[in-house]
């Protein structure tokens, strides 16, 4: 078990905005993720990295609850926004989805045209007014998902008739369009080409500016490359977590070290 | 010899071909198999369908060859004038098969000899006597045309039946040899063996296929036929249904089109919500213990026989619907027949077709498609409502046509529950039928196959065909079109 000092006191002076305490995650019987203990940084990137298998999804979904949609998962532990536990019985894990934006493995846009996969989450929200209104709201977030140029002709047509990573940052203006405070993006990159994915993270830097971005990737250089913090995880334990440069050049633990020279897989 | 101990003669040729096949080719290789080109199998199985596949095609064609023939021969035979007014040949020739069949039957249980059987000069009320004895004759006296063409029937046929034997027996034992003398060790059996598998699966194919061809062309020809004696501008301008027997009927479809449509709609009406929304339960709301036994309960409606559903009609839900809408209630009804008794009863029919399929189809949405939508902060039913059921929807609507299409073909339903009156009326509560329902009582009838009344049911059919066929073509399409979207 994990029983370094607080990660919260390394991450010194800076805004933390999401704080999980002795995080237990449970599928059925088995123990998915053991006592986490993490504190996320405002407006930075934290990636999580690890072995298959190790939970780093698990906990990504704790974040915006959609553990909640799968019956046989049951989290405990403490994990606060702002300060708010999440896991409140007055919070609806519905809002709370507006709040906390995700992106998933794989590019899942709606067989909707692509104005229509992104208006989806203003409009179940009623964030706009009128078609003006929503009109802006589809274009500011296709600018800030930098594919506004590449749309903005065919903005009827089908999202599903775009290029992988076309529609990767379809769904991320989908999730940025309700405007939310967290974005939380599991293996973005995984089922894009190099070119796209080279795109999809300048995006990710981009976005950290507004946003509090948690990536989830097995990719160690892609962690190194777009990531101010990093967390390992391992078997369910958070082994170790820290600025993304001290991670990489000077780990602590033994287990991350074999594992960011590539020695465990 | 009887048919049946023929083929088992040869099927027992084919199966000592294949031992000794398998062995022979075994022995040229030295009794090791890695010798042959193919294994040991294939060279038995080469001789097996030499025997069998020659043989047996002469049997199929010298049997359906063989009646026609000897039929037409016994035909020609027969004396000018035999064929009385008001009577055809083939009413004779059926007389002369029954009297060949009475002979063989008496002679077979003793009750006449064989040579009094063949015999040109037999008495022929002697001859009538001991057929009746023999329980075999139904007209009251045989002629004497008639029986000697009875007696060169039966001679014909056993000629050809024992000179059939005779070939075929031939022809197996010949093939046996021909694949005995193949089977040597580079003889590429295997080859054989497959090509002949395929072109077995191609034959069964081609069955399929020409039957198919073959109903629609009676049904083409028919219609043809149909409106070569009736005007089609009276069978699709007419607006009126009343055949009558003694001609000068009137076949207008519409009335009947018009009682398919409108039964077929509330059927529809009441198959498609509830089908869906059973459907939608089934696969977005129900625990998988509650899914495991309702998805099969539904399904079960799917396999009672419409007859039942017919009964069920006629003494339960008419009955019912006369007590609310009848004479005694609302008054809009007068009989328990009516286009809303069978509607409903056809909707409850159809409610596991739409939501068997539309349960398939909503499960084949990803569930990448139902987490994005979560993910955005969309509630379970916003997400059913705007992003699984639009994505299912021409799925559903594919499995709605095909719904509609077995509305439009259901006949049972409709000829218990609907009543038959042509009639057009907006009325659901009137009794009407249906194209399907009076394609039954039209050839049911006593009427002459060749008159227009009955003839109708041809055309009848042929208009069900082509819009059953175009909903059915139409569905496809979109059921098509959809599964290309997640592949
Ligand atoms: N829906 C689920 N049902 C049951 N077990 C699950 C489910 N999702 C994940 N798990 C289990 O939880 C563990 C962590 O999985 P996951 O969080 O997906 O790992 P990672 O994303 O790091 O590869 C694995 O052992 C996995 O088998
Ligand atoms: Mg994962």
Request: no cysteine.
């Given at each position: 078990m994990y029983d370094a000092p607080n990660p919260a006191t390394e991450v010194g002076q800076q805004d933390i905005k999401i704080t999980a305490k002795d995080v237990q995650v449970y599928y059925a019987d088995t123990?998915?993720?053991?006592n986490v203990n993490v504190d996320i940084v405002d407006r930075a990137v934290t990636a999580f990295i690890g072995p298959s298998g190790c939970g780093k999804s698990t906990f990504l979904r704790c974040i915006n609850r959609m553990n909640d949609t799968i019956d046989i998962c049951r989290v405990e532990g403490d994990i606060r926004i702002d300060g708010d536990d999440i896991y409140d019985k007055r919070v609806d894990p519905v809002q709370l989805r507006a709040k906390v934006g995700m992106v998933f493995q794989k590019p899942n846009p709606f067989p909707k045209s692509i104005y229509d996969n992104v208006a989806y989450g203003p409009r179940i929200h009623g964030l706009a007014k009128n078609k003006a209104d929503l009109d802006i709201i589809v274009e500011r977030a296709l600018r800030r998902a930098a594919i506004w140029d590449e749309v903005k002709d065919r903005l009827t047509a089908p999202g599903t008739g775009l290029s992988g990573g076309q529609q990767q940052r379809l769904c991320i203006a989908r999730a940025i369009a309700t405007e939310p405070e967290v974005l939380l993006m599991d293996e973005p990159c995984s089922a894009l080409d190099p070119i796209a994915t080279a795109q999809v993270e300048e995006l990710i830097d981009e976005l950290r500016r507004d946003y509090t971005v948690v990536i989830v990737t097995h990719s160690m250089q892609q962690a190194a490359r777009v990531s101010q913090k990093t967390a390992f995880f391992h078997l369910g334990d958070l082994v170790e977590y820290g600025d993304t440069e001290q991670i990489f050049t000077n780990p602590k633990d033994e287990r991350t070290e074999r594992y960011v020279t590539g020695r465990i897989g | 010899m009887p048919v049946f101990w023929l083929v088992m003669i040869v099927l027992a040729i084919a199966i000592g071909g294949y031992i000794l096949g398998r062995g022979r080719a075994l022995a040229g290789a030295g009794g090791d198999s890695r010798h042959l080109h193919s294994l040991p199998n294939y060279y038995g199985s080469n001789v097996a369908i030499k025997a069998v596949a020659p043989a047996f095609l002469l049997m199929i064609v010298w049997l359906i060859a063989q009646p026609i023939f000897v039929s037409s021969q016994v035909a020609g035979d027969l004396p000018d004038g035999i064929v009385a007014d008001g009577s055809s040949m083939s009413l004779v020739m059926a007389e002369v098969r029954r009297t060949a069949e009475g002979i063989n039957a008496a002679v077979a249980s003793g009750a006449m000899s064989p040579e009094m059987a063949s015999?040109?000069?037999?008495d022929i009320s002697d001859f009538t006597t001991r057929l009746q004895d023999a329980g075999?004759?139904?007209?009251a006296t045989i002629t004497q045309p008639i029986l000697n063409a009875a007696q060169s029937y039966r001679a014909m046929n056993a000629t050809g039946n024992l000179l059939m034997t005779g070939l075929v027996l031939l022809l197996a034992l010949g093939g046996t040899v021909w694949g005995l003398r193949e089977s040597y060790p580079e003889f590429r059996a295997r080859n054989v063996v497959e090509a002949s598998v395929r072109a077995l699966l191609i034959a069964a194919a081609s069955i399929a296929i020409l039957t198919t061809i073959g109903i629609v062309l009676s049904l083409i020809f028919n219609t043809i036929e149909f409106f070569r004696i009736y005007p089609a501008s009276d069978f699709f301008g007419s607006m009126t249904w009343s055949p009558s027997f003694q001609g000068n009927s009137q076949l207008g479809i519409w009335p009947l089109l018009w009682g398919t449509l409108y039964i077929s709609i509330i059927a529809l009406l009441v198959a498609v919500p509830i089908g869906l929304f059973a459907a939608i339960y089934l696969s977005e709301y129900a625990s998988k213990n509650v899914r495991a036994f309702a998805k099969p309960a539904i399904e079960v409606l799917a396999g009672i026989p419409t007859i039942v559903y017919g009964l069920f009609a006629l003494l339960t839900v008419g009955p019912l619907l006369m007590g609310v809408f009848g004479n005694d209630g609302?008054?809009?009804?007068?009989?328990?027949?009516?286009v809303m008794t069978a509607g409903l009863v056809m909707g409850i029919m159809l409610i596991p077709f739409v939501s068997s399929l539309s349960d398939d189809i909503i499960n084949a949405v990803p569930q990448a498609m139902r987490d994005g939508s979560y993910g955005l902060g969309a509630t379970k039913s916003e997400t059913i409502r705007q992003v699984v059921l639009p994505a299912a929807l021409p799925g559903i609507v594919g499995a709605i046509l095909l719904a509609a299409s077995r509305a439009i073909g259901e006949t049972m339903i409709v000829v218990l529950g609907a009543g038959a009156a042509a009639r057009l009326s907006l009325n659901p509560f009137d009794a009407m039928t249906t194209v399907t329902a009076k394609i039954v009582s039209q050839l049911t009838g006593d009427s002459d196959f060749a008159s227009p009344e009955a003839l109708v049911a041809f055309a009848l059919g042929m208009t069900l065909f082509i819009i059953t066929l175009g909903l059915n073509v139409f569905a496809l399409y979109i059921v098509r079109k959809y599964r290309e979207q997640y592949e």
């Open positions: 123990h998915a993720i053991k | 015999s040109g000069r037999a075999q004759i139904v007209t609302l008054g809009w009804m007068q009989s328990g027949t009516a």
